[in-house]
Nanobody, 131 residues
Framework: QLQLVESGGGLVQPGGSLRLSCTAS?????????VGWFRQAPGKEREEVAC????????YYADSVKGRFTVSRDRAKNTVYLQMNGLKPEDTAVYYC???????????????????????WGRGTQVTVSS
């Protein structure tokens, strides 16, 4: 059974930075799959933030985070990162990572970032942006 564990959340002032990590318990069920970061703020629906393919060569970002957030993966460490710069109060949410339901081929030219295409959700890490 694959487990994904998020870490790196915390309280940060507006304009600050955080780096979130999503670490998999097993590389066998992680390396050939895309990974996504999602977030849910109080009273709001879960939304996609950023997604990355199995190779790390293709990424997707929500418009609200483009230019501020960067998703990357270290295949040797079975870990996907979300570097968040220029944080705003509206970025406050619980951040979750998940893996694509289906294995990805290496020749992908785009990636899905729809939550319905993801599984093995982690428990989340709280990010609070406040002065």
């Amino acid at each position: 059974q694959l487990q994904l564990v998020e870490s790196g959340g915390g309280l940060v002032q507006p304009g600050g930075s955080l780096r979130l990590s999503c670490t998999a318990s097993s590389g066998s069920f992680f390396r050939d799959y895309g990974v996504g970061w999602f977030r849910q703020a109080p009273g709001k629906e879960r939304e996609e933030v950023a997604c990355i393919t199995r190779s790390g060569g293709i990424t997707y970002y929500a418009d609200s985070v483009k230019g501020r957030f960067t998703v990357s993966r270290d295949r040797a460490k079975n870990t996907v990162y979300l570097q968040m710069n220029g944080l705003k109060p509206e970025d406050t949410a619980v951040y979750y990572c998940a893996r694509t339901i289906n294995r990805q081929i290496l020749t992908l030219t785009s990636t899905t970032c729809a939550s319905a295409d993801y599984t093995y959700w982690g428990r989340g890490t709280q990010v609070t942006v406040s002065s």
